[in-house]
């Protein structure tokens, strides 16, 4: 079975995974690399059946996501600085991130939609998807113009890089690196794209207004994940399917940006241990 990677940018590092393994390589503030890997937990095949997958996929880029960006903030920040990555205060702060997102991505666009003068749930489910993804563009465009988010962005496209480079066995070097797109159509901002967009078709079976409709659209939150991976997958392996990847590889203009050299360092040092953990050859 080949080995599938993916991963997220973390502060100043990277996280990259596979079924077995995930690696994180974080530059300290003292301009060194640090590597941390540890094995992840297996689950049983039935989490492998369609639309169960991309359940999981959720839940994992949730919990290994918040995992990796804690023990990145502890890896680079100095000891006087790294109350933020302590658990209480880590866990405060996702917290309020999750209640952001679902005012910002689910109740927002509801209550906007709701007040429409349109006749048609139709309509309005695709008034409501239009105002979410108005409202998730816009989001990631104001959050892009900070300069630790474009540092995020950048380890992004170092991410995507080293995860080209190993899919197409070029040299895992710096230079091996440098020709690869920023963009990749596994990402998880593709996946997003696509929970967006296959909401607009669920969400036109539901009651439009009121409290009760939020609470239902949040609780279909796993099936229009299912759903939403099994499109991405489709766009990722099969090549008359390619199209449906486009969407997500044009948002992620926002989402990455080129790396520096110093950066595809990080995403080499985190390819090579996950390599090293899977006993993979870099010089396959």
């Not at 390589?25 to 049983?44: C, M, N, Y």
């Not at 203009?253 to 993979?280: C, M, S």
Request: glycine letters at 8%; one cysteine or more; aromatic letters at 10%.
């Amino acid at each position: 079975m080949p080995l599938t990677i993916g991963g997220q940018a973390v502060y100043e590092g990277v996280m990259l995974r596979s079924h077995r393994f995930m690696a994180l390589a974080v530059r300290t503030f003292k301009g060194d690399i640090v590597v941390h890997s540890e094995p992840l937990p297996q689950r049983s095949s039935f989490w492998r059946l369609p639309l169960l997958r991309g359940v999981l996929a959720l839940y994992d880029a949730l919990a290994l996501g918040l995992r990796a960006m804690r023990l990145a903030l502890q890896m680079a920040l100095p000891e006087e600085e790294q109350k933020v990555a302590e658990p209480s205060a880590f866990a405060g702060q996702a917290f309020l991130g999750l209640v952001l997102a679902l005012g910002l991505f689910i109740a927002l666009p509801h209550w906007l939609a709701a007040r429409s003068a349109l006749p048609d749930k139709w309509q309005v489910s695709l008034l409501e998807g239009l105002a979410r993804l108005g409202i998730f563009t816009a989001f990631l465009w104001f959050v892009g113009r900070s300069e630790e988010a474009q540092r995020l962005f950048a380890y992004h496209g170092a991410e995507h890089k080293a995860v080209h480079a190993f899919e197409r066995a070029a040299d895992l070097t710096v230079e091996g690196l440098k020709p690869f797109p920023p963009e990749h159509p596994r990402c998880g901002t593709a996946f997003v794209l696509f929970v967006l967009l296959v909401k607009v078709v669920l969400f036109a079976f539901l009651p439009v207004g009121g409290w009760q409709g939020v609470a239902i659209r949040i609780a279909l939150l796993p099936v229009v994940a299912g759903v939403s991976f099994e499109l991405l997958r489709l766009g990722a392996l099969h090549a008359w399917w390619h199209w449906l990847s486009l969407p997500g590889l044009w948002l992620q203009k926002l989402t990455t940006r080129e790396p520096d050299e110093k950066q595809l360092e990080v995403a080499l040092a985190a390819l090579n241990e996950l390599l090293r953990l899977e006993g993979v050859s870099a010089y396959r």
